[in-house]
């Protein structure tokens, strides 16, 4: 399927081992099954994507008519939520994809390192102890600890700066967590096993796509390949001799 991104759910974490048994820490993300409800073309809309929905149980009286007509074009079954994504066109090595093709993990079968997005968990209004990580004043009796303090500029300019760190709400925010590597694929649950957190609480909605800008590989730091530097030098010294 040459569509790069696919709707999922965040089901929790837990840990692997590898061939060397050391321990990953890996989230589990049920990615799809989705559909393609719409292509747009950069004729027609100016720019290429593909718009997927995440096939869920919905109740036919919980959607709009102008949902169920759009849908009804493609002969999609109701969907739970809607997003554009990328998709590779025949030319550039992909799949031709269609309307109505369906979206599984299988997408990511030969990749190594994935992008999420999701929403951050809410955790209402914060001081700025909680949400900006501030150290807090002394906390003997008389003080008040978890207060910012002055936020003024003094007589010039005579106003507080935009931007200044205050209590507000915290949470609720779309995060972007990218390259976490894929530690393991079922493609018959549709699971996808990435190592490292990812934003949103369990049975939150994420987006998952393939890692726009992947770290490169690292080569030559291990193994038999590996050169000394002192070993090196010892060794050209006593040719030299």
Known sequence: MA??????????????????????PITV????????????TAAKDGYDAAQIGLVEFVKASRMTKAQAGHLAKTEAPPVKLLREVDFESATDGGVEVKAGDRVLVDIFAGAKFVD???TSKGRGFAGVVRRHKFGGGPKSHGHMFQV???????SFPSRVF?????????????VTVRNLRIRGIDLDENLLMVEGAVPGPREGYVLISKAKAPPRERRGF????????????????????
């Open 3 to 24: 569509v790069t991104g696919i709707l999922g759910k965040k089901i929790g974490m837990t840990q692997v081992f590898d061939e060397k048994g050391e321990v990953h």
């Open 29 to 40: 993300l049920q990615a799809g099954p989705c559909v393609i409800t719409q292509l747009k």
């Open 116 to 118: 999420v997005i999701g």
């Open 148 to 154: 910012q303090g002055s936020i003024g500029a003094s």
């Open 162 to 174: 935009p931007g200044q760190r205050m209590p507000g709400h915290y949470g609720t925010d779309q």
């Open 222 to 241: 291990s193994g038999s390949g590996t050169v000394d530097p002192l070993k090196a030098s010892k060794k050209a010294q006593a040719k030299r001799k």
